[in-house]
T-cell receptor, first 113, second 113 residues
Framework: DSGVTQTPKHLITATGQRVTLRCSPRSGDLSVYWYQQSLDQGLQFLIQYYNGEERAKGNILERFSAQQFPDLHSELNLSSLELGDSALYFC????????????FGNGTRLTVT | LAKTTQPISMDSYEGQEVNITCSHNNIATNDYITWYQQFPSQGPRFIIQGYKTKVTNEVASLFIPADRKSSTLSLPRVSLSDTAVYYCLVVLNYGGSQGNLIFGKGTKLSVKP
């Protein structure tokens, strides 16, 4: 158990809808990262937050947004969903010191129909 | 950014030692090298990290030559349960904080009986 909790585990929705994915980081970790993994694809970095502030941005679509709250949990909001947004969405956390590893949750599997 | 290159796939048999090499020609002086393992439909799991020479833990060894332009993950006596995708990352060192946690395609290791 990595200590990172993601909810829900599965989500099925229709095109055009909006969903929110939630992540609770490991106790003591200030950084949260979001990744997207489509079928047979590598992990695509979306965005990173550190102690409530956006720290780095990857290939995140404008339809997607995220935030990290004062209690350090994070939410990833996906709107105007398209079929191609179907993927596994992973959250990871770390203390962000350079030699500290990322701890990943088990992901949220999003299916857009 | 320090780009990594690793083989797309490798095959092995149970009980053999497996070495996966990653090249990172433009690694910077203070950057770290980290390896993760991912099973299907699970989040990646940290395996090992190093800066130079050799690092060993209960799971694997990491060999880094003096020029640090490559690294080799060594898995001793693999079993069927080691079948997974292995990712090599170069973690940028921003004054002690980590950056560039961008995963490549990884190496898909298949262990056969």
């Amino acid at each position: 158990d990595s200590g990172v909790t993601q909810t829900p585990k599965h989500l099925i929705t229709a095109t055009g809808q909006r969903v929110t994915l939630r992540c609770s980081p490991r106790s003591g970790d200030l950084s949260v990262y979001w990744y997207q993994q489509s079928l047979d694809q590598g992990l695509q970095f979306l965005i990173q937050y550190y102690n409530g502030e956006e720290r780095a941005k990857g290939n995140i679509l404008e339809r997607f947004s995220a935030q990290q709250f004062p209690d350090l949990h994070s939410e990833l909001n996906l709107s105007s969903l398209e079929l191609g947004d179907s993927a596994l969405y992973f959250c990871a956390s770390s203390v962000e010191v350079v030699d500290s590893p990322l701890h990943f949750g088990n992901g949220t599997r999003l299916t857009v129909t | 950014l320090a780009k990594t290159t690793q083989p797309i796939s490798m095959d092995s048999y149970e009980g053999q030692e497996v070495n996966i090499t990653c090249s990172h020609n433009n690694i910077a002086t203070n950057d770290y090298i980290t390896w993760y393992q991912q099973f299907p439909s699970q989040g990646p799991r940290f395996i090992i990290q190093g800066y130079k020479t050799k690092v060993t833990n209960e799971v694997a060894s990491l060999f880094i030559p003096a020029d640090r332009k490559s690294s080799t993950l060594s898995l001793p006596r693999v079993s069927l349960s080691d079948t997974a995708v292995y990712y090599c990352l170069v973690v940028l060192n921003y004054g002690g904080s980590q950056g560039n946690l961008i995963f490549g395609k990884g190496t898909k290791l298949s262990v056969k009986p």
